[in-house]
T-cell receptor, first 115, second 117 residues
């Protein structure tokens, strides 16, 4: 069964460094999302992406964040200058188009630790 | 106001028993969808079940069913015949607006379920 994959599974970085989190959505899905979950807290929406542009972004998704679909399969989240409070699990999700296929399928997550 | 409220931070259930996890929601949009996800200790988010606001019948998926009470704005998850592998965090989530759009999910704070022998 097709699934969303994410790399790396765990990333440790120093404050102020740039990180790129990578996702490969399910192949026939056209909506892509990033969420994050700070340890012990609920899952929070960051950004949605469709047709090569951002559809919606949350107030968390400030100028330090960017997303890109560099080719036909990858979807990336870049954090330009990481802060301690960026430490969290980052989930990528994808969804088909069409009202009958409304479920977002999540990847296994990337645990980001900022030191 | 919280859009998704899960009032049970933790629940215990004995193996083979049924358990209900509560979820209430708040939206003024007539079109919305409600989802339940399971998060085991390994961390991944596993989709369990979906209920659309216009669906006439309660959703069921194997041992999972969704008790959808639209007037009360509740969408409780019922797990029948609990198994040890059901021990996990369970999140209720809502999509506001029409299905098949880029609409985000808004999550509740989750309920940690522990299945005991």
């Amino acid at each position: 069964e097709p699934e969303v994959t994410q790399t790396p599974s765990h990333q440790v970085t120093q404050m102020g460094q740039e990180v790129i989190l990578r996702c490969v959505p399910i192949s026939n899905h056209l909506y892509f999302y990033w969420y994050r979950q700070i340890l012990g807290q609920k899952v929070e929406f960051l950004v949605s992406f469709y047709n090569n542009e951002i559809s919606e972004k949350s107030e968390i998704f400030d100028d330090q964040f960017s997303v890109e679909r560099p080719d036909g399969s990858n979807f990336t989240l870049k954090i330009r200058s990481t802060k301690l409070e960026d430490s969290a699990m980052y989930f990528c999700a994808s969804k088909q188009t069409g009202a009958l296929h409304d479920t977002q399928y999540f990847g296994p997550g990337t645990r980001l630790t900022v030191l | 106001a919280q859009k998704i409220t899960q009032t049970q931070p933790g629940m215990f259930v004995q193996e083979k028993e049924a358990v209900t996890l509560d979820c209430t929601y708040d939206t003024s949009d007539p079109s919305y969808g409600l989802f339940w996800y399971k998060q085991p200790s390994s961390g991944e988010m596993i989709f369990l079940i979906y209920q659309g606001s216009y669906d006439q019948q309660n959703a069921t998926e194997g041992r999972y069913s969704l008790n959808f009470q639209k007037a009360r704005k509740s969408a409780n998850l019922v797990i029948s015949a609990s198994q040890l592998g059901d021990s996990a965090m369970y999140f209720c989530a809502m999509r506001e607006g029409n299905p098949g759009t880029a609409s985000k999910l808004t999550f509740g704070t989750g309920t940690r379920l522990q299945v005991t022998l």
